[in-house]
């Protein structure tokens, strides 16, 4: 019923930057929370980055200043700015929306955009 479709990944050198973003398409009352995470080979999926739909964020450990995520309600749209990205940085993303259906939330999740920093 909801589709998120994520962009923008790619092959970036150590200190680039890149902008990721993930739109929401489908039967959208209303979207609570969108995030990213992401997830290395061989590793768990970690939290990136988190906005509700009033603005307040959170970010994964060590991420903000170097990470920004923002958010365009209107285009159910979410962005995650990455700068002075390092190797370590290298995983799939994957977008994710906490989405109202009346009174009842469901998960919904993006099928990820690889990013890879590299020299």
């Known amino acids: 019923q909801v589709q998120l479709v994520e962009s923008g990944g790619g092959l970036v050198q150590p200190g680039g930057s890149l902008r990721l973003s993930c739109a929401a398409s489908g039967r959208i009352f209303s979207i609570d929370y969108m995030g990213w995470y992401r997830q290395a080979p061989g590793k768990q999926r970690e939290l990136v980055a988190g906005?509700?739909?009033?603005?307040?964020?959170n970010y994964g450990d060590g991420l903000k200043g170097r990470f920004t995520i923002s958010r365009d309600n209107a285009k159910n749209t979410v962005y995650l700015q990455m700068n002075s990205l390092k190797p370590e940085d290298t995983a799939v993303y994957f977008c994710?929306?906490?989405?109202?259906?009346?009174?009842?939330?469901?998960?919904?999740w993006g099928p990820g955009t690889q990013v890879t920093v590299s020299s």
């Open positions: 994710c929306a906490v989405v109202l259906h009346g009174s009842i939330s469901y998960d919904y």
């Open positions: 906005i509700t739909d009033s603005g307040r964020t």
